[in-house]
C-alpha cells in the first residue's frame, strides 16, 4: 500500500503509463451522521476508515466483509455518490473526488456498476432495449442506428438474442436473464472497470455458475477490470486476482487470492474460511470460530477493530492500532499477531483459538469430528 | 414405520394459473423420525417450499392439495384452518428466510414472543412473559431481559433469526421447518444459528426439516438430504452416502449442483461446470426426464419417458436413466 498517486493527466486519456494503476484508493473515508430524533447528533458511522488499494488493468480485486462492514460505502465512494469525506480515488489518472460536473461524468463512464437486485435496478416499464440503450443516449455516442446496432452487440455478447429478448419488459425475464440485462447495460459505454456489488448473490447456483463464466468471458474478451464485491470468500476467490478482506470499515488482509486461502494470516479471515458449510464430511461441521456479532459502527472498539471477537487478541490490540504490513509478497495484514506467528502469551481465549485446533464445542449431540475446524474445503470429486 | 414422527406420501400440491394447472408438487414421499435433521434442496420453484408450507396448511386456499401427511400418526392433509392450529406451534412450528419481515416491526419483541405463547396455550400474562424471557435466553440472546423490550429494527439479522427461532420454539413443537432461514445471513451468523438450531434439536428432541438451495449445508449438518427438481424428488439418500469418501452423487442434476458451487480449492478464473437453460415452465413440463433438456448426458430414452424415483442401493433413491458412475465424474 504504497502512495503513488497519478495526477495531472486528462480523463479522457486512453492510454495509461505502465505499471500505473487503473483505479488507485488512498485513505478513503466516509462517514455518516446518525440524527435522533430532533435532529440532533447521536453519532456518526464510520462506514469506510482510511482504505488504500490498487486495481491494475486486466486486474480482479475481490473484496470480502460481513454485512455492514462497509464494502458497499467504499463501493459508493469510488463511484462518488455520495463522494468519500476524505481521501483521494485515483481513475484512469484523475482523482475523482477533486472533479465535478461534466468532467466528472466523463472520468466515470468507464467505471459501470452492477448489483445485486437485478429487478430492482431495471425501469420495470422500461423495454430491454431501452434499458441498455440508456446510456449510450445519456453520452450522445451516436445516432438511433448505430445505438440499435451497439444494442443487439450487447445483448449478443451476454447471451441474450436480441429478436427474443430486446422488446421484453423486466418481469418478463428470469433472475438470471435481469441480470445478464444489467450487465449488457453497464458494458454499453465500454467500460475499463467493472464494479460488481453482490451481482449474483441472488442467483441459484446454476445460474450463478452462469453469470460467473459470464463475468471470466467478458474480462477475457474485453481486457475488463473487475471489483468484485461479495460476502461468500469462496465465490470472490473463483474470479478475483486478489483478494481483501474487509471487517467494519477497514481492510484486515490483502493478498493474491491463493494464498489468502491457502495461509490466511488475520484470525477474521481464518474464521470466514472455517465458516463456509462443507460439502466434506470428515469435518462435517464447523464450530462457530468467532462468537458474537461485529460491534457497531458507530462506536468501534479502539485499536484493532476486531480485537472485541478475536481468539488471540491481548492489551495491545486494544491499545495500538495494527498498521498493514507486507508478510509475503503482495500479501498485506493489519494484525499484531497475524496467524503465521504462533498465538501471543495472554490472548483474550486460548481455548476458542482455531489455530490450536480445540474451538468451543457446545453439547452436540451427534457424532461430529471435534478437532480441526473445517476449511473451505471442496466437494469430494466422486 | 410407526416410529416416523413426519410421513408424507404421494404428496401433490397444484395451482391453477390462467386456467392451467401448474403442479408444484408433483408426488413426493418421504418421512422424517425424531430427533433427525432432514435437509429438501432444490433451485427457486422446485418445489421445496410449497411441499412444507402444504404439510403447515399455510397455502392459499383454492390450492389444490392431494396426498397425505401425517404427523404422529394423525392426518393433515384436508385438516380446516382451525383443526390444524391445534398442531401448529405445538407440534410443528416453521422459520422463514426474511426475519425482518416475518416480525411487526411495531410491536416489542417480547410482546411477540408473548402472543406466540398466549395464542397457543392458555397461560397467564405474567407467566407468558417469564416464559418468553426464558426462550431467549434459549436461543442464546445475551442480556434477554432488556432485549424483551425492544424493538425488532434494534436487533441485527442474526438476533432477528434467533428471535423467530424463540417464537417458533414457543410450544416446544416436536418438528421444525426452517426455510432458508440462514440464507440471509454472513457466513459467520449462519454457522451460529445452524449450531443453535442443532443445539436446541438435541435438547428439545425436535426432528429438523432444513429447506435450503445450498448442498454444502445440506452435506455438513443434515441427516438425510431430498434433492427436488420441476416438483418432484430426483434424489434421496443419507448424506454420509452422497458427500464425501465413500458417498457419491448419481443424479446429473444433484451432480451439476454440486459442481456449481464455487469452492476454494478451484484455480481463479477457471470456468465453472455449467449446465445451460433454466427450470422447466411447469405448466407445460416435458414428457420425459423433466431435467433432460439441460442434462449433458440426455439420450432419447430420457426424453420419451420419465425415469420414476427407484431405491437403486440401500437407502439411497435416485430417478435417472443415466446416472453418474460410482466414483467416476465424466
Known amino acids: ?382 | 414405520m410407526s416410529q416416523s414422527l413426519l410421513e408424507v406420501e404421494d404428496l401433490r400440491v397444484g395451482f391453477a394459473v390462467g386456467g392451467r394447472e401448474l403442479r408444484a408438487v408433483d408426488g413426493i414421499t418421504f418421512s422424517v423420525n425424531p430427533g433427525n435433521t432432514l435437509a429438501i434442496i432444490g433451485e427457486s420453484g422446485s418445489g421445496k417450499t410449497v411441499s412444507c408450507r402444504a404439510i403447515m396448511g399455510l397455502l392459499p386456499a383454492g390450492t389444490s392439495i392431494n396426498g397425505s401427511a401425517r404427523l404422529r400418526g394423525s392426518e393433515l392433509i384436508g385438516l380446516s384452518d382451525s383443526e390444524l392450529r391445534r398442531y401448529r406451534g405445538s407440534d410443528m412450528a416453521m422459520v422463514f428466510q426474511d426475519p425482518a419481515r416475518s416480525l411487526n416491526p411495531t410491536m416489542k419483541i417480547g410482546v411477540q414472543i408473548t402472543e406466540a405463547i398466549t395464542t397457543h396455550r392458555k397461560v397467564g400474562k405474567a407467566e407468558a412473559q417469564t416464559q418468553a424471557v426464558e426462550l431467549l435466553r434459549l436461543v442464546r440472546i445475551p442480556a434477554a431481559e432488556r432485549r424483551f423490550h425492544e424493538y425488532p429494527h434494534q436487533l441485527s439479522g442474526g438476533m432477528r433469526q434467533r428471535v423467530m427461532i424463540a417464537m417458533a420454539l414457543a410450544c416446544r413443537p416436536k418438528l421444525l421447518i426452517a426455510d432458508e432461514a440462514t440464507t440471509a445471513l454472513d457466513v459467520t451468523t449462519q454457522v451460529q444459528i445452524m449450531e443453535l438450531l442443532l443445539e436446541l434439536q438435541s435438547e428439545l428432541e425436535m426432528a429438523l426439516i432444513l429447506i435450503s438451495h445450498d448442498l454444502g449445508l445440506a452435506a455438513s449438518y443434515a441427516d438425510e438430504v431430498i434433492v427436488m427438481y420441476a416438483g418432484k424428488i430426483v434424489e434421496q439418500a443419507p448424506a454420509a452416502a452422497l458427500f464425501g469418501r465413500g458417498g457419491s452423487v448419481r443424479m446429473r442434476y444433484t451432480r451439476a449442483l454440486l459442481d456449481a458451487i464455487p469452492h476454494m480449492e478451484r484455480a481463479a478464473h477457471s470456468a465453472l461446470p455449467v449446465v445451460g437453460g433454466r427450470p422447466p415452465d411447469m405448466t407445460a413440463l416435458p414428457v420425459g426426464c423433466s431435467f433432460a433438456p439441460r442434462c449433458g448426458s440426455a439420450a432419447d430414452d430420457c426424453l420419451a419417458k420419465a425415469p420414476a424415483l427407484t431405491e437403486h442401493a440401500p437407502g439411497h433413491k435416485w430417478a435417472c436413466w443415466h446416472p453418474c458412475e460410482n466414483g467416476v465424474h465424466p
Not at chain 1, 455492514?68 to 480515488?89: F, M, N, Y
Not at chain 1, 441472488?202 to 471470466?216: R, T
Not at chain 1, 457497531?296 to 492489551?315: K, Y
Open chain 1, 1 to 382: 500500500m504504497t502512495g503513488r498517486h497519478a495526477m495531472g493527466s486528462s480523463p479522457n486519456g486512453d492510454k495509461l503509463p505502465a505499471g500505473e494503476p487503473l483505479l488507485s484508493a488512498r485513505d478513503v473515508v466516509q462517514e455518516f451522521v446518525v440524527r435522533e430524533r430532533g435532529g440532533t447528533k447521536a453519532g456518526v458511522v464510520q462506514a469506510v476508515s482510511g482504505i488504500s488499494f490498487d486495481v491494475m488493468q486486466g486486474e480482479t480485486l475481490g473484496v470480502v466483509g460481513e454485512t455492514g462492514s462497509g464494502k458497499s460505502t467504499l463501493a459508493r465512494a469510488i463511484l462518488q455518490a455520495p463522494r468519500p469525506k476524505s481521501g483521494s480515488v485515483v481513475f484512469r489518472g484523475a482523482d475523482l473526488t477533486k472533479l465535478s460536473g461534466s468532467r466528472l461524468l466523463q472520468a466515470r463512464r468507464h467505471m459501470q456498476f452492477v448489483f445485486q437486485d437485478p429487478f430492482g435496478s431495471l425501469d420495470p416499464k422500461w423495454q430491454v432495449r431501452s434499458i441498455v440503450e440508456e446510456p449510450l443516449v445519456a453520452y450522445r455516442t451516436s445516432n438511433r442506428a448505430g445505438r440499435r446496432k451497439r444494442v443487439d452487440e450487447l445483448l449478443d455478447l451476454v447471451g441474450l438474442d436480441p429478436a427474443r429478448y430486446a422488446k421484453r419488459h423486466p418481469r418478463e425475464l428470469s433472475g438470471g436473464q435481469a441480470q445478464r440485462v444489467a450487465i449488457a447495460r453497464a458494458l454499453a459505454l465500454s467500460p475499463s472497470l467493472i464494479i460488481c456489488d453482490e451481482a449474483v448473490s441472488s442467483l441459484d447456483v446454476l445460474i450463478q455458475a452462469q453469470v460467473l463464466n459470464l463475468f471470466e468471458k467478458l474480462r477475457g474478451e474485453l481486457g475488463l477490470s473487475y471489483l468484485f464485491i461479495a460476502h461468500d470468500l469462496a465465490l470472490v476467490k473463483q474470479v478475483s486476482d486478489r483478494v481483501a478482506v474487509m471487517y467494519l470499515g477497514k481492510l484486515c488482509e490483502v493478498g493474491p487470492g491463493e494464498s489468502v486461502y491457502r495461509e490466511p494470516l488475520h484470525p477474521y479471515t481464518r474464521a470466514l474460511l472455517d465458516s463456509i458449510p462443507s460439502t466434506e464430511p470428515g469435518a462435517r461441521r464447523a464450530s462457530a470460530t468467532i462468537k458474537g456479532e461485529p460491534p457497531s459502527p458507530i462506536n468501534p472498539p479502539s485499536g484493532c477493530r476486531f480485537r472485541t471477537r478475536c481468539p488471540r487478541a491481548t492489551d495491545k490490540c486494544a491499545l495500538e492500532e495494527p498498521m498493514p504490513k507486507e508478510m509475503a509478497p503482495g500479501h498485506l495484514v493489519a494484525c499484531h499477531f497475524p496467524l503465521s506467528e504462533p498465538a501471543p502469551v495472554g490472548a483474550a481465549s486460548a481455548s476458542a483459538d482455531t489455530t490450536t485446533g480445540a474451538p468451543i464445542r457446545s453439547v452436540l449431540a451427534r457424532g461430529t469430528t471435534p478437532g480441526a475446524p473445517v476449511r473451505g474445503r471442496p466437494p469430494e470429486p466422486p
